[in-house]
């Protein structure tokens, strides 16, 4: 059974996961007539100096790029689940559910800055998770703070997040002065470094411009068809289920377990209210999948019959082979 085989921490589960995603990755390896990277136009200097030269010139190796990066994020999404506890056991279902929710759209799979940044704000997030345990909670707001800048450096409209950090420290109780501004300060530095550069080899309005077109720029928006009028409405009820669990649940659990587990509700809330602005399309969906992930693997650990679990995850995995062969 497909559930029972990847709800444990097995090294047939941790080599099965990988394999899977990979096989609903062969598409943007094989698929003809792709650009390298997708949602494509004036991205930020971080972008054109580090990955373009390398990445952009070869659909093989963006759309490597582009796995690699995808299992990364799923399996940090899967080191945060297990090393707060939020599942009954160890597991790497919610590497596999990342691994899904993000392989349907074929320009979601090929290589772009979202996928660059969703890592770094991921990271940034696990930063500030662990401030509760840390006697160096303004440090850790630091280092989160960081992390978002560098990836702000190459998908400047993620900036527009830095108030999930925010809200983040609030809920686990450690949001002091000190503690935002050192997140804060933590947030420029990599643009006071940028700048330091266009200062002494360039000329800063050049950044400046950079920055204010990528922040305003519209990547347009997605054609829906019958089958994204299925499927998206389908994962939304699955995340929908998933939310409802957890806040049923969330009276059972230890006190900082409710914290992170809010922590996963905001961050459902604010990636979704992000997407319903004019300035995002689906180019989002990396960032987007991070907190379905983790309620709907909620959902499925708390699912008394066995029967409707193992159904509902095949139902999940047969709706995302569908949706690459016909969105």
Same mark, same amino acid.
């Given at each position: 059974?497909?559930?029972?085989?990847?709800?444990?921490?097995?090294?047939?589960?941790?080599?099965?996961?990988?394999?899977?995603?990979?096989?609903?990755?062969? /598409?943007?390896?094989?698929?003809?007539?792709?650009?390298?990277?997708?949602?494509?136009?004036?991205?930020?200097?971080?972008?054109?100096?580090?990955? /373009?030269?390398?990445?952009?010139?070869? &659909?093989?190796?963006?759309?490597?790029?582009?796995?690699?990066l995808a299992i990364l994020i799923a399996f940090t999404v899967n080191r945060m689940v297990g090393r707060y506890g939020l599942l009954g056991q160890q597991s790497v279902l919610p590497a596999l559910i990342?691994?899904?929710?993000?392989?349907? @759209?074929?320009?979601?799979?090929?290589?772009?800055?979202?996928?660059?940044?969703?890592?770094?704000?991921?990271? $940034?997030?696990?930063?500030?998770?662990?401030?509760?345990?840390?006697? /160096?909670?303004?440090?850790r707001a630091f280092d989160g703070g960081v992390l978002l800048g560098v990836g702000v450096l190459m998908y400047a409209r993620g900036i527009y997040l830095y108030p999930m950090l925010v809200i983040v420290?609030?809920?686990? /109780?450690?949001?002091?002065? =000190?503690?935002?501004?050192?997140?804060?300060?933590?947030?420029?530095?990599?643009?006071?470094?940028?700048?330091?550069?266009?200062?002494?080899?360039?000329?800063?309005?050049?950044?400046?411009?950079?920055?204010?077109?990528?922040? @305003?720029?519209?990547?347009?928006? @997605?054609?829906?068809?019958?089958?994204?009028?299925?499927?998206?409405?389908?994962?939304?009820?699955?995340?929908? $289920?998933?939310?409802?669990?957890?806040? =049923?649940?969330?009276?059972?659990?230890?006190?900082?377990?409710?914290?992170?587990?809010? &922590?996963?509700?905001?961050?459902?809330?604010?990636?979704a209210a992000l997407c319903l602005t004019p300035f995002f399309s689906v180019e989002l969906t990396p960032l987007v999948a991070i907190g379905p992930a983790i309620a709907i693997s909620f959902w499925f650990?708390?699912?008394?019959?066995?029967?409707? =679990?193992?159904?509902?995850?095949?139902?999940?995995?047969?709706?995302?082979?569908?949706?690459?062969?016909?969105?």
């Open positions: 059974m497909l559930y029972r085989t990847l709800h444990n921490n097995s090294l047939t589960a941790f080599i099965l996961v990988p394999f899977v995603i990979l096989l609903f990755w062969v /598409r943007v390896f094989l698929f003809d007539g792709l650009q390298p990277i997708s949602f494509d136009g004036m991205s930020m200097p971080l972008w054109e100096w580090l990955v /373009r030269p390398v990445f952009g010139q070869s &659909v093989f190796w963006a759309a490597a790029l582009s796995f690699v990342y691994g899904l929710l993000v392989s349907a @759209f074929l320009s979601v799979q090929q290589l772009h800055t979202v996928w660059m940044f969703t890592l770094l704000f991921l990271l $940034a997030l696990e930063r500030l998770m662990g401030a509760p345990h840390s006697s /160096r909670k303004e440090v420290m609030g809920i686990l /109780r450690v949001l002091t002065f =000190r503690s935002f501004i050192a997140s804060f300060l933590g947030v420029l530095l990599p643009f006071i470094l940028s700048a330091g550069y266009f200062f002494v080899f360039a000329n800063v309005e050049e950044f400046g411009i950079y920055f204010v077109l990528n922040l @305003f720029s519209n990547t347009g928006q @997605f054609d829906h068809n019958l089958t994204s009028q299925i499927y998206l409405p389908a994962v939304t009820l699955f995340t929908l $289920a998933g939310l409802v669990t957890l806040v =049923r649940y969330m009276p059972t659990q230890k006190i900082i377990t409710r914290k992170y587990l809010r &922590v996963v509700i905001w961050l459902i809330l604010v990636t650990d708390k699912m008394k019959s066995k029967i409707l =679990r193992e159904s509902l995850l095949w139902l999940l995995v047969l709706g995302t082979i569908a949706a690459q062969y016909f969105l």
